[in-house]
């Protein structure tokens, strides 16, 4: 469904008929036969939406596949899910930041861990990860305003030169 995808582009949305699937992972120009990564009987129910994601090095890859609900959610929210791919990061919190003060959003997420999903304003805030664990934001993100009721995962990660950014992913990518 996706082809010659490079880290940290998206492909999607995607449309895949509803059932039972399973996704497979490859080196581009390989099959699937050679996949580094297996999904298996991935259950995509009709109407609704899901994001599928892989992380890690090669060696080490990993995935996961999320549904992402808008069910119940105001129009002057963001379902807000974290998802912890940044590779060497240990756990991290994410703090919601205003001037001196600190309101935990996500706490101790170890990579590989998705959050629970957490309903926010849809306005423009400051995100910070500790990942020291001592309460206090060691990086941070400035987030634009996001479109009102709808769903986004925000993915932390590690470009090639180790250092950590914010990955967003919203309905239209």
């Known amino acids: 469904v996706a ?4 880290f940290p582009n998206l492909a999607g949305p995607l449309e895949v008929a509803p059932g039972e699937v399973d996704l497979q992972v490859s080196a581009t120009g390989t099959p699937a036969s050679a996949a580094v990564l297996n999904l298996n009987d991935v259950l995509l129910e009709a109407n609704r939406t899901y994001t599928a ?3 890690g090095n090669v060696a080490n890859i990993a995935g996961n596949v ?3 609900s808008a069910l119940g959610l105001a129009s002057n929210l963001v379902r807000l899910r974290v998802i912890h791919a940044a590779d060497g990061v240990g756990a991290v919190d994410v ?4 001037g001196a003060t600190s ?3 996500v706490s101790d997420l170890i990579f590989g861990a998705v959050s629970a999903t ?3 304003a849809a306005a423009a805030f400051v995100a910070g990860l500790d990942v020291d664990d001592d309460g206090n934001a060691d ?4 987030v634009p305003s996001l479109p009102g009721g709808t769903t986004v995962n925000v993915f932390a990660v590690r470009d090639a030169a180790g250092a950590v950014f914010l990955l967003a ?3 239209d990518n």
């Not at 082809?3 to 490079?6: I, M, R, V």
């Not at 990086?139 to 400035?142: E, H, R, V």
């Open 118 to 120: 957490v309903d926010v």
């Open 103 to 105: 309101t935990p959003v």
């Open 3 to 6: 082809e010659n995808l490079t």
């Open 139 to 142: 990086l941070l993100f400035d």
């Open 169 to 171: 992913e919203l309905a």
């Open 53 to 55: 994601y892989a992380f």
């Open 66 to 68: 999320v549904e992402d």
């Open 95 to 98: 703090l919601s930041v205003t």
